[in-house]
T-cell receptor, first 113, second 114 residues
Framework: AQSVTQLGSHVSVSEGALVLLRCNYS??????LFWYVQYPNQGLQLLLK??????LVKGINGFEAEFKKSETSFHLTKPSAHMSDAAEYFC???????????FGAGTRLFVKA | SAVISQKPSRDICQRGTSLTIQCQVD?????MFWYRQQPGQSLTLIAT?????????ESGFVIDKFPISRPNLTFSTLTVSNMSPEDSSIYLC???????????FGSGTQLSVL
Protein backbone atom coordinates (compact mmCIF):
# COMPACT_ATOMS: atom_id res chain seq x y z
CA ALA A 1 0.00 0.00 0.00
CA GLN A 2 1.13 3.50 -0.69
CA SER A 3 1.52 6.20 1.90
CA VAL A 4 2.88 9.67 2.29
CA THR A 5 4.38 11.28 5.36
CA GLN A 6 4.81 15.01 5.59
CA LEU A 7 7.16 16.04 8.35
CA GLY A 8 5.91 19.09 10.18
CA SER A 9 2.30 20.14 10.18
CA HIS A 10 3.38 23.78 10.38
CA VAL A 11 6.43 25.53 8.96
CA SER A 12 7.22 29.19 9.52
CA VAL A 13 9.79 31.14 7.52
CA SER A 14 10.69 34.76 7.08
CA GLU A 15 10.04 36.49 3.78
CA GLY A 16 13.05 35.91 1.53
CA ALA A 17 14.20 32.81 3.38
CA LEU A 18 14.47 29.30 2.01
CA VAL A 19 11.32 27.19 2.06
CA LEU A 20 11.76 23.46 2.70
CA LEU A 21 8.73 21.21 3.07
CA ARG A 22 9.49 17.56 3.67
CA CYS A 23 7.74 14.57 2.15
CA ASN A 24 8.59 10.89 2.37
CA TYR A 25 6.67 8.22 0.53
CA SER A 26 6.16 4.51 0.59
CA UNK A 27 5.29 2.63 -2.55
CA UNK A 28 5.72 -0.91 -3.79
CA UNK A 29 5.91 0.26 -7.39
CA UNK A 30 7.66 3.22 -9.01
CA UNK A 31 5.63 6.13 -7.75
CA UNK A 32 4.15 9.18 -9.32
CA LEU A 33 4.61 12.05 -6.87
CA PHE A 34 2.85 15.37 -6.66
CA TRP A 35 2.80 18.56 -4.67
CA TYR A 36 -0.49 20.44 -4.47
CA VAL A 37 -1.16 23.81 -2.86
CA GLN A 38 -4.38 24.99 -1.29
CA TYR A 39 -4.83 28.67 -0.59
CA PRO A 40 -7.38 29.69 2.04
CA ASN A 41 -10.94 28.95 0.94
CA GLN A 42 -9.80 27.71 -2.46
CA GLY A 43 -9.45 24.36 -4.21
CA LEU A 44 -6.29 22.41 -4.79
CA GLN A 45 -3.81 23.44 -7.45
CA LEU A 46 -0.99 21.34 -8.81
CA LEU A 47 2.45 22.79 -8.06
CA LEU A 48 4.55 20.11 -9.70
CA LYS A 49 4.75 16.40 -10.41
CA UNK A 50 7.33 13.65 -10.77
CA UNK A 51 6.53 10.94 -13.30
CA UNK A 52 9.86 9.08 -13.70
CA UNK A 53 11.56 11.59 -15.95
CA UNK A 54 14.01 14.11 -14.48
CA UNK A 55 14.55 13.71 -10.75
CA LEU A 56 14.62 17.48 -10.22
CA VAL A 57 11.21 18.85 -11.02
CA LYS A 58 10.42 22.50 -11.45
CA GLY A 59 6.95 23.77 -10.81
CA ILE A 60 5.00 26.97 -10.74
CA ASN A 61 5.74 30.00 -8.57
CA GLY A 62 9.45 29.16 -8.26
CA PHE A 63 8.97 25.86 -6.43
CA GLU A 64 10.94 22.74 -7.20
CA ALA A 65 11.26 19.26 -5.76
CA GLU A 66 13.84 16.52 -6.01
CA PHE A 67 12.99 12.85 -6.18
CA LYS A 68 15.48 10.78 -4.18
CA LYS A 69 14.75 7.09 -4.48
CA SER A 70 17.42 6.08 -1.96
CA GLU A 71 15.79 8.29 0.66
CA THR A 72 12.20 7.74 -0.56
CA SER A 73 11.83 11.50 -0.39
CA PHE A 74 10.29 14.24 -2.50
CA HIS A 75 10.98 17.44 -0.60
CA LEU A 76 9.62 20.77 -1.86
CA THR A 77 11.85 23.83 -1.90
CA LYS A 78 11.79 27.46 -2.90
CA PRO A 79 14.89 29.65 -2.58
CA SER A 80 13.12 32.77 -1.41
CA ALA A 81 9.73 32.81 0.31
CA HIS A 82 7.11 35.38 -0.56
CA MET A 83 4.16 36.42 1.53
CA SER A 84 1.86 35.03 -1.15
CA ASP A 85 3.30 31.54 -0.57
CA ALA A 86 1.41 31.23 2.71
CA ALA A 87 -0.90 28.25 2.16
CA GLU A 88 -1.41 24.56 2.87
CA TYR A 89 0.83 22.21 0.90
CA PHE A 90 0.01 18.58 0.23
CA CYS A 91 2.34 15.89 -0.99
CA UNK A 92 0.63 13.05 -2.83
CA UNK A 93 1.54 9.70 -4.34
CA UNK A 94 -0.13 7.49 -6.91
CA UNK A 95 0.85 4.24 -8.51
CA UNK A 96 1.07 3.50 -12.17
CA UNK A 97 -1.73 0.99 -12.16
CA UNK A 98 -4.75 2.22 -10.28
CA UNK A 99 -4.26 5.95 -10.57
CA UNK A 100 -5.46 6.22 -7.01
CA UNK A 101 -3.88 9.24 -5.36
CA UNK A 102 -3.10 9.30 -1.65
CA PHE A 103 -2.48 12.61 0.06
CA GLY A 104 -0.24 13.44 2.98
CA ALA A 105 -1.55 15.22 6.04
CA GLY A 106 -0.44 18.58 4.73
CA THR A 107 1.96 21.27 5.89
CA ARG A 108 0.79 24.78 6.56
CA LEU A 109 3.37 27.34 5.53
CA PHE A 110 3.48 30.66 7.34
CA VAL A 111 5.57 33.52 5.94
CA LYS A 112 6.61 36.29 8.30
CA ALA A 113 7.33 39.81 7.11
CA SER B 1 -7.86 19.36 -19.09
CA ALA B 2 -11.19 18.70 -17.46
CA VAL B 3 -13.91 20.89 -16.05
CA ILE B 4 -15.85 19.40 -13.19
CA SER B 5 -19.20 20.69 -12.00
CA GLN B 6 -20.16 19.61 -8.53
CA LYS B 7 -23.39 20.37 -6.74
CA PRO B 8 -24.65 21.37 -4.36
CA SER B 9 -21.81 23.66 -3.40
CA ARG B 10 -22.95 23.64 0.20
CA ASP B 11 -25.78 22.34 2.31
CA ILE B 12 -26.90 22.25 5.90
CA CYS B 13 -28.63 19.02 6.81
CA GLN B 14 -30.35 17.49 9.77
CA ARG B 15 -29.01 14.47 11.59
CA GLY B 16 -30.36 11.19 10.19
CA THR B 17 -31.07 12.48 6.70
CA SER B 18 -29.20 11.76 3.46
CA LEU B 19 -27.62 14.02 0.87
CA THR B 20 -26.69 13.16 -2.70
CA ILE B 21 -23.81 15.04 -4.30
CA GLN B 22 -23.55 15.19 -8.06
CA CYS B 23 -20.41 15.39 -10.15
CA GLN B 24 -20.48 16.16 -13.87
CA VAL B 25 -17.36 16.13 -16.04
CA ASP B 26 -17.07 17.81 -19.42
CA UNK B 27 -15.25 14.84 -20.95
CA UNK B 28 -15.42 11.08 -20.69
CA UNK B 29 -13.24 9.66 -17.97
CA UNK B 30 -12.72 6.12 -16.82
CA UNK B 31 -11.98 6.80 -13.19
CA MET B 32 -13.65 9.20 -10.82
CA PHE B 33 -12.64 9.61 -7.22
CA TRP B 34 -14.47 10.88 -4.17
CA TYR B 35 -12.50 12.52 -1.38
CA ARG B 36 -13.42 13.98 1.98
CA GLN B 37 -11.60 16.89 3.57
CA GLN B 38 -12.56 17.39 7.17
CA PRO B 39 -11.99 20.83 8.71
CA GLY B 40 -8.30 21.63 8.91
CA GLN B 41 -7.27 18.24 7.61
CA SER B 42 -6.00 16.58 4.47
CA LEU B 43 -7.91 14.80 1.76
CA THR B 44 -9.00 11.28 2.47
CA LEU B 45 -10.00 9.03 -0.39
CA ILE B 46 -13.46 7.58 0.10
CA ALA B 47 -13.78 5.47 -3.02
CA THR B 48 -12.90 5.02 -6.66
CA UNK B 49 -15.81 4.89 -9.07
CA UNK B 50 -15.37 3.14 -12.40
CA UNK B 51 -18.14 3.12 -14.94
CA UNK B 52 -19.76 -0.26 -15.26
CA UNK B 53 -18.52 -1.75 -12.02
CA UNK B 54 -18.99 -1.43 -8.30
CA UNK B 55 -17.13 1.35 -6.59
CA UNK B 56 -14.01 0.39 -4.65
CA UNK B 57 -14.05 1.72 -1.09
CA GLU B 58 -11.09 2.58 1.06
CA SER B 59 -10.61 1.28 4.56
CA GLY B 60 -13.06 2.91 6.93
CA PHE B 61 -15.68 3.66 4.29
CA VAL B 62 -18.58 1.38 3.43
CA ILE B 63 -21.16 1.29 0.69
CA ASP B 64 -24.12 1.47 3.04
CA LYS B 65 -22.92 4.81 4.36
CA PHE B 66 -21.55 6.24 1.11
CA PRO B 67 -23.34 4.66 -1.85
CA ILE B 68 -21.93 5.74 -5.20
CA SER B 69 -23.45 5.63 -8.64
CA ARG B 70 -21.55 5.83 -11.92
CA PRO B 71 -24.13 5.53 -14.69
CA ASN B 72 -21.89 6.79 -17.51
CA LEU B 73 -18.43 8.12 -18.27
CA THR B 74 -19.21 11.75 -17.40
CA PHE B 75 -21.32 11.55 -14.25
CA SER B 76 -21.23 10.20 -10.71
CA THR B 77 -23.08 10.69 -7.46
CA LEU B 78 -22.04 10.19 -3.86
CA THR B 79 -24.71 9.87 -1.18
CA VAL B 80 -23.94 10.54 2.45
CA SER B 81 -26.50 8.45 4.31
CA ASN B 82 -27.94 8.70 7.80
CA MET B 83 -25.81 11.74 8.50
CA SER B 84 -24.34 12.70 11.82
CA PRO B 85 -22.36 15.80 12.80
CA GLU B 86 -19.16 13.80 12.24
CA ASP B 87 -19.98 13.79 8.53
CA SER B 88 -19.59 17.56 8.37
CA SER B 89 -16.85 18.01 5.83
CA ILE B 90 -16.01 19.10 2.32
CA TYR B 91 -16.64 16.37 -0.23
CA LEU B 92 -14.65 16.55 -3.43
CA CYS B 93 -15.07 14.82 -6.74
CA UNK B 94 -11.95 14.37 -8.85
CA UNK B 95 -10.93 12.74 -12.09
CA UNK B 96 -7.76 11.48 -13.65
CA UNK B 97 -7.62 11.76 -17.42
CA UNK B 98 -5.79 8.47 -17.66
CA UNK B 99 -2.32 9.87 -18.13
CA UNK B 100 -1.64 10.15 -14.41
CA UNK B 101 -0.66 13.73 -15.03
CA UNK B 102 -2.69 15.16 -12.21
CA UNK B 103 -6.05 15.10 -10.61
CA UNK B 104 -8.70 17.60 -11.56
CA PHE B 105 -10.97 18.58 -8.71
CA GLY B 106 -14.50 19.81 -8.51
CA SER B 107 -15.16 22.88 -6.41
CA GLY B 108 -16.38 20.74 -3.54
CA THR B 109 -19.52 20.38 -1.49
CA GLN B 110 -19.37 21.84 1.99
CA LEU B 111 -21.68 19.80 4.18
CA SER B 112 -22.74 20.79 7.67
CA VAL B 113 -24.80 18.38 9.73
CA LEU B 114 -26.73 19.71 12.69
Amino acid sequence: AQSVTQLGSHVSVSEGALVLLRCNYSSSVPPYLFWYVQYPNQGLQLLLKYTSAATLVKGINGFEAEFKKSETSFHLTKPSAHMSDAAEYFCAVSDTAGFKTIFGAGTRLFVKA
Amino acid sequence: SAVISQKPSRDICQRGTSLTIQCQVDSQVTMMFWYRQQPGQSLTLIATANQGSEATYESGFVIDKFPISRPNLTFSTLTVSNMSPEDSSIYLCSVDLGTNEKLFFGSGTQLSVL
